[in-house]
């Protein structure tokens, strides 16, 4: 069935830079998007950026000067490249998948910036 798997993040000081990636297996209908959430504990999940199927992108305005999200569909795989990235961008990181059946998540993939 339906598999995604996050990978790239990691511990990074206050400016530097890191690249997640999500792998996706197993078959789905009808993809929409492609988008990363991340969350924090006791807060609500947010979208942090999403491309669609046409490579249209939009992302949260905390985000919109320093993250790009990128897809290779061919692989059906999406990235988000994060630079100059601040402590307050520690959260775990969930890669989601957009189908017409519903969303498909990752297992997260944790985040943590110091200052």
């Known amino acids: 069935q339906v598999r995604l798997v996050e990978s790239g993040g990691g511990w990074v000081q206050a400016g530097e830079s890191l690249r997640l990636s999500c792998a996706a297996s197993?078959?789905?209908?009808?993809?929409?998007?492609r988008a990363w959430y991340r969350q924090v504990p006791g807060k609500e999940r947010e979208l942090v950026a999403i491309i669609a199927i046409d490579g249209t992108t939009n992302y949260a305005d905390s985000v919109k000067d320093r993250f790009t999200v990128s897809r290779d569909s061919a692989k059906n795989a999406v990235y988000l490249q994060m630079n100059s990235l601040k402590p307050e961008d520690t959260a775990v990181y969930y890669c989601?998948?957009?189908?017409?059946?519903?969303?498909?998540w990752g297992q997260g993939t944790q985040v943590t910036v110091s200052s």
């Open positions: 197993g078959s789905m209908f009808s993809l929409n998007a």
């Open positions: 989601n998948y957009k189908t017409i059946e519903g969303d498909y």
